[in-house]
């Protein structure tokens, strides 16, 4: 499944069975940027999330698009920031997108990974980490076994944040 609800794709089914056997790039990247256009709109993508098969095991991705300092080799859509202000306000809008996903899937989707990536996931407060996770266990029944996958910044984690990822079910 795919977060980006603000773009569109061409005739490319991504959800075709040649679509599995594709190589494609970097999970962040699927479906390409040149199969989005404005053909494709919010009604096609909810009913291809409802017509996904019950028993699919989704794998999403969370986009975290902000940075305490932006790496010289990053290609991601983030920004940095040096103050928490822009973050804490991401999380309501994100929590909402979760949910509309949600309530898009059959039976709110079967999760089989969650993966949080940006930008750094390590930017957020402990508290948050949990929030976010808790967000997707809320939205998604049963997200919490799959298994938890984060892209860390190692210069902004601490020790409760590492505690917080743990304690949220960080696999990998």
């Known amino acids: 499944a795919t977060w980006r609800t603000n773009r569109c794709m061409t005739q490319f089914d991504p959800f075709s069975e040649d679509a599995l056997s594709r190589p494609v790039p970097r999970y962040t990247s699927y479906p390409t940027a040149p199969h989005f256009h404005e053909g494709i709109d919010e009604g096609a993508y909810r009913r291809w999330l409802g017509d996904m098969d019950p028993e699919t095991a989704l ?5 975290i698009p902000f940075c305490d300092r932006l790496c010289w080799f990053c290609a ?7 103050t928490y202000k822009p973050v804490a306000s991401y999380l309501g809008p994100l ?21 949080l990536g940006g ?12 929030r976010v996770v ?11 076994r799959g298994g938890l996958e984060v892209e860390l910044d190692p210069r902004g984690m601490t020790e409760e944040k590492l505690d917080a990822f743990v304690a949220a079910g960080l696999t990998r």
């Open 95 to 115: 929590g909402d997108e979760i949910d509309m996903v949600a309530r898009a899937t059959p039976a709110g989707g079967n999760v089989g990974q969650i993966h």
């Open 59 to 63: 794998s999403l991705y969370i986009h």
């Open 134 to 144: 808790r967000m997707l266990s809320d939205a998604f029944p049963g997200a919490a």
């Open 76 to 82: 991601c859509r983030t920004q940095g920031t040096t």
């Open 119 to 130: 930008g750094s996931p390590s930017i957020l407060a402990p508290e948050d980490i949990g």
